[in-house]
Structures are given as C-alpha cells and as structure tokens.
C-alpha cells in the first residue's frame, strides 16, 4: 500500500539559508511519481516540483530542488536562500502508476518558519 | 482558462443536514479527487474518478457519496452532516499517469 511519511512537524531556517525538508515514502509500484506542493496561510494548494520514479538525475525548479534517493525511497525536498515568503505548510505526495490507479496520497506536512 | 472551480467557498451545515459541493474543471482532465484536509493535517483522499461514470473509494469515504455523469463535474454529497465533517475540502483534477495535480480553492465547511 502507498505510504507518505514527513517526520518533520515543523521547521526554523534563517533567512537566505538552505532547509531540508525531509519524505519518505513506501510503494510496490515501479512506476510512480513524488511531488511537493506549498500550502501558504492563504489555504491554496502550489505546486512546486516533480520527481518521476525513473528520472536518473534530481529535479530542479529554481531555488527548489529534490534530493531523491530512490534505494532509501526518500524523496527530500532542498529550499535554498529561504525567503520570508517561502514560510507555509509543505507536503509531499505521491501518485502510483496503472496498479496504484493513480491515486496522489499525501504526508502529514511540514510547517516551515522563515526567521529574518 | 479557469482550471478547476468550486463551490461555494464557504458552509454552515447543522447536523444531520445534507449538501453537495460542487467541482468543475475546464482542462478535459480525466482524474478527478475529492481531498479533505483537517486543521494542522494533511490532505485526506475521499473519493476520486478516472472518467465518467467510474468512482472509487479513497481513503476516507464514509458518509461521503459521489458521481461522474460528465468529465467536467464531480460533485461530492454530504449526508446526514455530523460534526467530524467540519473541515477544508479541496477538489483537483489531473491528466492520466503520473502527473500533478490542480487544485480548486477549497471549500471551508462547518458542521455545528
């Protein structure tokens, strides 16, 4: 069954520093996507970046970047020069291939705290 | 191109009432979801579809129903409110595979 796990409830960066985020995630699936997506205080859902099951190099998206460790099956996500703005609710999530139904589960969050 | 809409935004129920949430999106996505997500948590599947007139359960379906007559809509009915209903939920939309998701705005309900 698909599992999400984020062990982090909550997170402190200085500004302009990097943060990690950390994922791991449980899956029989060879086929299968990891996701994060920024909930700010505002309550939308923004999605931030993709890591698909067979993608040899880590995903990049500006300042975000994924730390995908496909042996460990953890999925971290790397915020560098952290923003006061980049303060929200992250998650991870993950969507099964054809036998997983392509169902997107979700891990519990982490709140991170920008400091200037 | 407005994605993915819901409404209303906001609901007060009393219990024991019924209501639907509305969904629609506009991108021929054939995936559609219905999340709810309770304070502090993360988002919870209720009921997702891969296309019309095909529903499956989530992980959280009781005292939920819903339906997928068109691609567009995908409403979710609320039943015989009770208080443990009371919180955000979020409908989304995605191509088929392992693609991302779109999210609506989310519907802020209470069930008092």
């Known amino acids: 069954a698909q599992k999400i796990t984020q062990t982090q409830p909550g997170m402190f960066v200085q500004e302009k520093e990097a943060v990690t985020l950390d994922c791991t995630y449980d899956?029989?699936?060879?086929?299968?996507?990891l996701f994060w997506y920024k909930q700010p205080s505002s309550g939308e859902m923004i999605f931030l970046i993709y890591?698909?099951?067979?993608?040899?190099q880590n995903a990049t998206e500006g300042r975000y970047s994924l730390n995908f460790q496909k042996a460990r099956k953890s999925a971290n996500l790397v915020i560098s020069a952290s923003q006061l703005g980049d303060s929200a609710m992250y998650f991870c999530?993950?969507?099964?291939?054809?036998?997983?139904?392509?169902?997107?589960?979700f891990g519990a969050g982490t709140r991170l705290f920008v400091k200037a | 191109n407005a994605g993915v809409t819901q409404t209303p935004k906001f609901r007060i129920l009393k219990i024991g009432q019924s209501m639907t949430l509305q969904c629609t999106q506009d991108?021929?996505?054939?995936?559609m979801y219905w999340y709810r997500q309770d304070p502090g948590m993360g988002l919870k599947l209720i009921y997702y579809?891969?296309?019309?007139?095909?529903?499956d359960k989530g992980e959280v379906p009781n005292g939920y129903n819903v339906s997928r007559s068109t691609t567009e809509d995908f409403p979710l009915r609320l039943e015989l409110a009770a208080p443990s209903q009371t919180s955000v939920y979020f409908c989304?939309?995605?191509?088929?595979?392992?693609?991302?998701?779109?999210f609506g705005s989310g519907t802020q309900l209470s069930v008092l």
């Open positions: 989304a939309s995605s191509y088929a595979g392992p693609e991302k998701l779109f």
């Open positions: 899956t029989s699936d060879p086929s299968y996507g």
């Open positions: 890591q698909g099951s067979y993608d040899q």
């Open positions: 999530a993950m969507r099964e291939g054809s036998t997983g139904g392509f169902k997107t589960i």
């Open positions: 991108m021929n996505h054939n995936y």
């Open positions: 579809s891969v296309g019309a007139g095909i529903t």
